[in-house]
């Protein structure tokens, strides 16, 4: 069984950053799909960046181009979601979820609890 565990979230200025982490651990494959999604009240779940654990594929939304960054640590096939300048609208519950056909698709297997980032102006 999958786990996966979130930190990082919290409240922030805006112009401010926060940076999520997501730890997978109960997965065998040495390579996966890793992303990152979130939520707002009353919106869609929203992609906003995946990774190829293992491998280099990196996807950003565009709505987050230039100000989020994602990375890895293979070893610890833990994910982190850079994320700067920061705007009000970012504002939104982050899920991380894991193991899919297509990093850069929605088609998750696992997702994490969700870790709440709020943006004030």
């Known amino acids: 069984q999958v786990q996966l565990v979130e930190s990082g979230g919290g409240s922030v200025q805006a112009g401010g950053s926060l940076r999520l982490s997501c730890a997978a651990s109960?997965?065998?494959?040495?390579?996966?799909?890793m992303g990152w999604f979130r939520q707002a009240p009353g919106k869609e779940r929203e992609g906003v960046a995946a990774?190829?654990?293992?491998?280099?594929?990196?996807y950003v939304a565009s709505s987050v181009k230039g100000r989020f960054t994602i990375s890895q640590d293979n070893a610890k096939k833990t994910v982190y979601l850079q994320m700067n300048s920061l705007k009000p609208e970012d504002t939104a519950m982050y899920y991380c979820?894991?193991?899919?056909?297509?990093?850069?698709?929605?088609?998750?297997?696992?997702w994490g609890q969700g870790t709440q980032v709020t943006v004030s102006s």
């Open positions: 990774i190829n654990i293992g491998g280099s594929m990196t």
């Open positions: 979820a894991a193991v899919a056909p297509r990093c850069s698709g929605n088609e998750y297997n696992y």
């Open positions: 109960g997965y065998t494959s040495s390579r996966f799909c």
